[in-house]
């Protein structure tokens, strides 16, 4: 957009260019497939200029946002779309934002694609997302770059490493902080609703406990014979009432909870993961030892069968001290 742009402002001198060499028909058509030929070079030099680092066309020359210094160039009419010596257009200045937008928008479908990572975690995927950027087009970069002869245009194009670090550094923190709002309000919206199913579907009210019965010395007690339980009389029953609407304050402690409860499930999750790798690591060691080392494996002794035996325990009536 940026070289269209520039293009369109800088037409007529285009044109006049294309007028002072009178190709031709078949002139004309080679010229334009040359430019076509050019035009991913244009657009790797402009992308090169909205970064900031900008790109040289010579030696000794620049073309950045903070300062134009070019000389004698080619006849070609794509080249006027380059702007003139001195401080850098106004309107080219809004080009800067360009990375910093990629980064955000970059930086938000990072967290779309994980949204259940840590809050520690989305901005470091984020600055991945730059890092990796930065990577691109430190490769483009240095694609587009060369020479178009041995003297005074022997460099032209953006330095690579130049551009690679300021496209890690802009589009990085710029995805580092989107990614990290973008999860703060994935998981403050997950929050919201579970806080709110909680609230809407209280939790049952506990069971009065059951009294304990004392059973007579002649009764066989024992497991699998028998259960005996108490029969509350109709006077202790209450009717339940129904819950009232909760406040705002009991919805707030409500949210409070449910986020205590899943940094704590959170913690619980990530210890039990260590210790389940802990566990594996050393069964497969002890598994290695028992099979004598790898170069023996595939030759051990059949497995013994295993034995069952089953244990059943009946109540003694006759015996009232062996009771349980």
């Not at 040359?34 to 090169?48: E, I, R, S, T």
């Not at 001195?86 to 200045?93: E, I, K």
């Not at 890690?168 to 580092?176: S, T």
């Not at 703060?184 to 919201?192: D, E, F, G, N, V």
Request: hydrophobic share 50%.
């Amino acid at each position: 957009m940026l070289f269209l742009v520039a293009l369109g402002l800088n037409l007529p001198e285009a044109v006049e260019i294309t007028r002072s060499l009178a190709p031709g028909v078949v002139g004309g058509t080679l010229l334009l497939i040359v430019q076509l030929a050019y035009l991913p070079n244009a657009v790797v030099f402009a992308v090169c200029y909205a970064l900031g680092p900008g790109f040289a066309m010579g030696v000794s020359t620049v073309v950045a946002p903070t300062e134009v210094s070019v000389g004698a160039l080619p006849a070609l009419p794509m080249l006027a779309a380059l702007p003139s010596n001195g401080a850098a257009p106004v309107l080219s200045l809004g080009a800067l934002v360009v990375p910093f937008v990629a980064g955000a928008i970059g930086g938000v479908l990072t967290q779309r694609s994980a949204p259940d990572v840590v809050s520690e975690a989305a901005p470091l995927w984020g600055f991945v997302c730059g890092v990796t950027t930065g990577l691109l087009f430190a490769a483009l970069a240095g694609v587009a770059g060369g020479s178009l002869g041995a003297q005074r245009l022997s460099e032209v194009g953006p330095s690579a490493w130049q551009v690679g670090v300021v496209a890690a550094l802009e589009v990085g923190v710029a995805a580092a902080v989107a990614a990290w709002i973008a999860n703060w309000w994935y998981t403050r919206k997950q929050s919201r609703l579970v806080a709110a199913e909680r609230v809407a579907a209280p939790e049952p009210r506990p069971e009065p406990a059951v009294p304990v019965v004392e059973l007579p010395e002649d009764v066989p007690v024992g497991k699998g014979l028998a259960t005996v339980t108490a029969l509350r009389p109709r006077e202790e029953e209450k009717v339940v009432e129904e819950a009232p609407e909760p406040t705002v304050a009991e919805r707030r402690a409500a949210l409070r909870r449910v986020r205590q409860a899943r940094r704590r499930d959170r913690v619980v999750e990530r210890q039990a993961r260590r210790e389940a790798r802990r566990e594996l690591r050393a069964q497969r060691r002890a598994d290695r030892r028992a099979e004598g080392g790898w170069w023996r494996r595939g030759r051990g002794d059949e497995e013994a069968e295993e034995e069952m035996y089953g244990i059943t325990y009946e109540a003694a009536p006759d015996e009232p001290e062996r009771r349980d």
